[in-house]
T-cell receptor, first 113, second 116 residues
Framework: GDSVTQMEGPVTLSEEAFLTINCTYT??????LFWYVQYPGEGLQLLLK?????DKGSNKGFEATYRKETTSFHLEKGSVQVSDSAVYFC????????????FGSGTRLSIRP | NAGVTQTPKFRVLKTGQSMTLLCAQD?????MYWYRQDPGMGLRLIHY???????AKGEVPDGYNVSRLKKQNFLLGLESAAPSQTSVYFC???????????????FGPGTRLTVL
């Protein structure tokens, strides 16, 4: 079945470091791909999305490119801030069943000042 | 515009007790969802609704019931709580379901439930 696998955390970086959080997926057809972020004590918020191959989603300095050939959607940011500390979830909507989103297990990111 | 709200924020139950979690959205969304979040497991879909008066089972529906009597509200019920239902519960809503297109969901702040 459809699934999302993302790197396990926690990930701890110093402020201004480069960030990569890996995400790969298994799905038939052409799913839509997402990154959601969960700040402490809050619900999930959509961070960025991509709906077709080679699309690049971007928001708040974060980017991810939909790579169909490697079934990946890695999240990157060039210079992280303390305020980026959160849990990040990679997710997909299968194109055969858009009534649900399949989430990865989440990656906790902590940024040191 | 409050978005998606959930009540209560915290609750402690004893095994066998019942309770109802309330989700409300003011965005006129057709679709609503209930998830549970457990450590290391991401979010798992419990039940969802594609419109007023309709509900459907998700990935982990056992032990839960839902109702969507009004478009803006989606209730999650536990008839006889068990320790395995200790979790954080999130409600979400979305505007479109549309096949082949993205489906952004808007989440509430969560309800932390402990069953002793």
């Amino acid at each position: 079945g459809d699934s999302v696998t993302q790197m396990e955390g926690p990930v701890t970086l110093s402020e201004e470091a480069f960030l990569t959080i890996n995400c790969t997926y298994t799905a038939t057809g052409y799913p839509s791909l997402f990154w959601y972020v969960q700040y402490p004590g809050e619900g999930l918020q959509l961070l960025l999305k991509a709906t077709k191959a080679d699309d690049k989603g971007s928001n708040k300095g974060f980017e991810a490119t939909y790579r169909k050939e490697t079934t990946s959607f890695h999240l990157e940011k060039g210079s992280v801030q303390v305020s980026d500390s959160a849990v990040y979830f990679c997710a997909l909507t299968p194109d055969s069943s858009a009534s649900k989103i399949i989430f990865g297990s989440g990656t906790r990111l902590s940024i040191r000042p | 515009n409050a978005g998606v709200t959930q009540t209560p924020k915290f609750r402690v139950l004893k095994t066998g007790q019942s309770m109802t979690l309330l989700c409300a959205q003011d965005m006129n969304h057709e679709y609503m969802y209930w998830y549970r979040q457990d450590p290391g497991m991401g979010l798992r879909l419990i039940h969802y609704s594609v419109g007023e008066g309709t509900t459907a089972k998700g990935e982990v529906p056992d032990g839960y019931n839902v109702s969507r009597l009004k478009k803006q509200n989606f209730l999650l019920g536990l008839e006889s709580a068990a320790p395995s239902q200790t979790s954080v519960y999130f409600c979400a809503s979305s505007y479109t379901l549309g096949g082949g297109s993205y489906n952004e969901q808007f989440f509430g702040p969560g309800t932390r439930l402990t069953v002793l």
